[in-house]
């Protein structure tokens, strides 16, 4: 089993960015560019779609959810064929008024290929929530990484179409460890 790590600190309130990684009504920029839906209930679905809806990236199902310090889903890239793994967010205040954002993506079975371009994602990921919370916006390259994301989303894999999309039943056996 793989298990990822990655921590930033930002220089927000721990309110500012939970607000931010569970926004509901809007495009989350630093989440590649997507809108989130869900109820927060655990048990249910998680979906991470398109700005047009149209796509579904990821899919899971809540685990936990204790605002505003700790979000835990399962997940799966509907582009990609694995079982689910689990991600959880942990987010902390720091003594100068920020946040330490800590995210750990476990369950990996052995074999899975590319979980180092998900290490390296998770990493860039949260350079970006730092860049959305301390300034306002993602990276220009990123923001033109996006718009040619949105260009060519025509061209996906036929099972993103939100109509094609099953979310998977896993869900953790013994909880979780929140230490």
Do not use: C
């Amino acid at each position: 089993m793989h298990d990822l790590h990655q921590s930033i600190e930002i220089a927000a309130p721990i309110e500012a960015v939970w607000a931010e990684i569970t926004k509901l009504r809007g495009v989350q920029r630093a989440l590649m560019d997507t809108v989130l839906e869900t109820s927060f209930r655990p048990g249910d679905p998680l979906y991470y779609k398109s700005r047009d809806g149209k796509r579904t990236f990821i899919v899971g199902r809540i685990v936990d959810v204790q605002p505003p310090v700790l979000l835990a889903h399962t997940q799966v890239l509907t582009t990609r064929d694995y079982a689910p793994t689990l991600v959880t967010w942990r987010l902390a205040p720091t003594d100068d008024g920020g946040t330490r954002v800590s995210v750990d993506h476990t369950g990996w079975q052995d074999g899975v290929k590319g979980v180092d371009s998900v290490d390296s994602t998770w990493a860039w990921i949260l350079r970006e929530l730092k860049n959305v919370l301390e300034n306002g916006s993602v990276a220009t390259s990123t923001a033109l990484k996006y718009a040619a994301m949105r260009a060519f989303l025509w061209a996906m894999p036929a099972k993103t179409r939100t109509d094609q999309v099953v979310v998977p039943d896993w869900m953790p056996e013994k909880g979780l460890d929140h230490g």
